[in-house]
């Protein structure tokens, strides 16, 4: 080893995270840029821009006083040298005196000079410093889309890029702007700037940042005096660890528990003191605001609408009470905020616009949403742009680096574009693919092509990818590309991309067939729109895409033209391979076999069928009524598509109602929910982590979390295993095995959590250093969200306080277990694994009636009050503690009823879980009979592995199973927000 040995290593990330281990070894420098250093080089670029004459002479000046004060300089160094070299009296050396009189001369007119020239700096600075506040604005808002790279790696925006942009706006501004005064052009410039950053950034957002773009931009810019507790909060929300301290809530009835946590968690704040006995006072005005469609337009109850005097206190009460309501309000906020914003909102720029901007050695990137592929609309734009020049179309996948230079290569030397798909199958081979296209594109043989390439250009696709190549995403143009929103748009643009026939025999022919695709567009938009509805639209997500709607159109087209159409063979093939061949979940399944039911059938043959009949007759959903008058017979047996634009256009809404996809109206409001916690979760990924508050006050408030739980109980005491063995040996109830195998895990659980926190809180004191897994759980916290560590006993989605609540009442219940024998009714949502107990319970009544197998047991679902369900049943058990979402169960007449308004999910009653033996071959599920059969999940996210349970039959009333099912009605065991006690029932 060589002492001298020193190892150097840079990084392109603007803001790269490393382990406490590693830089606890390594000495880091920050390089990045800065802020106020940004700002000073916009200065000078605006500087520049607007007072070419001052920025010229106050170059001119700089150099003129650098060069006197290096002469100055020079001079002092000469006579130095003289003294040292002199070796007589100072006086009688005369090169000496002569040399000093000299550079006194000198001496005395640079000083003078510099005096003057730094007097014309101090006015040049004075008229510099008068745009600041225009360039100030510039670099925050580079860094606020700097920020956007921790939402999504795609996003990176190059620095030189930017300043283009900045000089391009300063001067569109400043041009449009040639009467008034230098504070209003001043401001127009500053609008111009946001407006152009702002349109030029969501090119390349997805649909769901944009928003956020927007209210950063505000934010940063306008609301820069907010309190930071309060802004905390709006982020957070309240944390409740232990309900004894809390008051009660007295408006459970129309509030919901994650609403009162809230409240009372405010409460504490000096701003919203006596919100809570505000609610339990004036109950009914709170009630009547709480209900509204649009609280926000209405005044807030009491004295309250005058505290609530500004933008933040508002955001922050109705993200306590109406979180739905929140996009709307940041919406109205920033029209309030940023006037110019609805005029920076402008329609997404085309890949025909952007590749007339695009230079050849900088590359046009299409980021793809699900189920998009854009080599349509590229290679119309090459054929028109490029005209008799044939696109290069390149797949990528693994290690073809050979490939990309030949296809360069080629590109150049035919003048063509070139485009490159699926570039995220090729991370590895598009690492240097920047340097690739300047080398290939400098190094073309100018023998055989005596000019440059007109036409040569690049383009790639990629779907977003974690490790994609930042000097890539930098040094290319950008933009998104994602699936229409909306029935009317998904229908005109599928309609535009099918083909005109006329190989039809007769009219009647043609017309069965424009029926069939008619409804085989509303089909498939159908399906991709209730991806909006998330866990109640699909449990997967699944990107239905053009080729499984043009399989369809060829299977359609073959079929009708048959003397009978088996809509029985299209149902099937729909189903299980078309559109099926997607679908892995067995519920998703079901839902698209109900589907093509209604939409493949006899009746889209009649004349006044629709594809779905609403309730409001004022929005309505038809099959055009084409004008065949003056056509001929030929014509008329023609199908061309382009005559059902204009009527869908006009006659189908902008918005489509949630009834359209047969969910109730809780469900656009559930949405709502989501949208606003996919808003607040992404300002806290963005915020820097020690911003708002310090890094002092934000590692106390985590300190004081970690403490709070270690001091005040929170943290459940161990099951006494003890106790558990004990009845393990004396009951070979198969019930005691579950009780085993689940005591263990959360004594594990206790054990993790109870370490977990201790080292935590000597991290923060400085007594250890902080790991990686301690600085997870830091963030996590901090954030309100609970650990991955801790979820590896059981998933959840819960808040922290909500989930430490829940895990105290699980753990209670299985010590109580312990204690005082099993219990009735059981709480089903306190095990870990609820499949084993239900198994527990077939086995225990096969041993009771000597069955030899199992599969020969079924579980029948009978529905009981609690006062009623005392003591133990003969046979199988009672349970509690499930949730219905997405309807709501009468408990009298035990069926399914419309779900009330703003109820998303309601307990059930008390279920007897039955064994009985099975009678023949179980029966396949019809779900437009009067039963559902409804799904039983473990949380809320559906789709993942394990999370669904089983199934339990519920009475439909008067609708069929069908109705349900498109509702996404299900059984769950624990909820999001909501929480409620094992030993309470609302």
Known sequence: FNPSFKLYMTTKLSNPHYTPEISTKVVIINFALTEQALEDQLLDILFESEEKDLFKK??????????????????????????????????????????????KGIYETNNQEIASGEQSMKKFEDTRTKYRSCAKEGSILFFVLDDLSHLDQMYQFSLKSYKELFKASIE???????????????????????????????????????????????????????????????????????????????????????????????DKIMAFQGIVSSLQLSSREWSNWYIQPQPETQNLPSEWDSKCDDNIKRLVLIRSLRPDRVTFVVRDLIKKLWPGYKDAISKPISIREIMLKTKPTRPLLCILGPGVDPIEGISTVAKEVVKDKVLLKVSLGQEQAGLIMKALDEGIKKDTWVYFANCHYAINSIQDLHGLIQSRYKKRDKADKKEEPKNFKVILSSSPHPKFPISLLKNCEKITIEPLTGIKSNMCRLYQSLGTRSDFNTTVERDNYARAIFSLTFFHCVLIERRRFRNLGWNKIYNFNEADISACENLLHKTLRQSATDFTTIQELITDALYGGRVTDDNDRELLRVYTREFFNEKIFDKDWRPVKLKEDLIKYEYPQEQQAGKSEEEKRKFIPSEFLDPISLSFPLEDPPEVFGQHLNAEVST?????????????????????????????????????????????????????????????????????????????????????????????????????????????????????????????????????????????????????????????????????????????????????????????????????????????????????????????????????????????????FKPKNKKGAGKEKDFHSNVYHCPCYYYPVRGEPNSFLFTIALNCGDKTGAVWLKRGTAILLSLEQQHLSHNTQT
């Open 58 to 103: 106050k170059e001119q000046n700089a150099r003129k006083i650098d060069q006197n004060k290096k002469l100055v300089v020079q001079n002092e160094n000469e006579i130095l040298q003289l003294l040292s070299e002199s070796t007589a009296s100072l006086l009688d050396d005369d090169n000496l005196v002569n040399k000093m009189s000299e550079t």
């Open 172 to 266: 569109t501004g400043s041009g449009a702007l040639i009467l008034g005064s230098f504070e209003q052009k001043l401001e127009k410039m500053k609008d111009t700037l946001r407006s152009n950053v702002y349109r030029k950034t969501c090119d390349s957002l997805f649909e769901k940042h944009k928003l956020l773009l927007a209210f950063q931009i505000c934010f940063k810019l306008k609301m820069t005096d907010v309190d930071p507790e309060l802004w905390s909060f709006f982020l957070k929300g309240g944390i409740v660890l232990n309900r004894k301290e809390q008051p009660q809530n007295l408006n459970a009835e129309w509030l919901p528990s994650g609403a009162w946590d809230n409240v009372t968690e405010l």
């Open 672 to 912: 709502q929910i989501d949208d606003t916690n996919l808003l607040l979760t992404s300002i806290l990924v963005m915020q820097p982590k020690l911003e708002a508050l310090g890094m002092k006050t934000e590692g106390d408030e985590v300190l004081k979390i970690a403490e709070s739980v270690l001091e005040k109980d929170s943290i459940p005491d161990y099951i006494d295993m003890e106790g558990v063995r004990f009845r393990v040996k004396s009951d070979s109830n198969p019930l005691n095995y579950v009780l085993n195998q689940e005591a263990q895990r959360y004594n594990g659980l206790i054990q993790v959590v109870r370490t977990s926190l201790i080292d935590l809180t000597k991290c923060l004191k400085g007594e250890i250093v902080m790991t990686t897994q301690m600085e997870e759980i830091y963030l996590r916290l901090y954030e309100n969200r609970v650990p991955q560590s801790w979820t590896k006993a059981y998933p959840s989605i819960k808040p922290f306080g909500t989930w430490l609540r829940d895990f105290k009442d699980r753990v209670t219940f299985f010590s109580s277990w312990v204690k005082q024998g099993a219990p009735s009714p059981f709480f089903l949502p306190a095990f870990t694994n609820p499949q084993a107990f239900v198994t527990a319970l077939l086995q225990r009544y096969a041993r009771k009636k000597k069955i030899a197998n199992l599969t020969d047991i079924e579980i029948q679902h009978e529905f009981l009050n609690e006062r009623t369900a005392i003591g133990h049943p003969e046979d199988g058990a009672y349970v509690k503690g499930l949730y219905i979402e997405g309807a709501h169960f009468d408990e009298i007449r035990q069926l399914l009823l419309d779900p009330l308004p703003m109820k998303f999910a309601q307990p059930m009653p008390v279920i007897h």
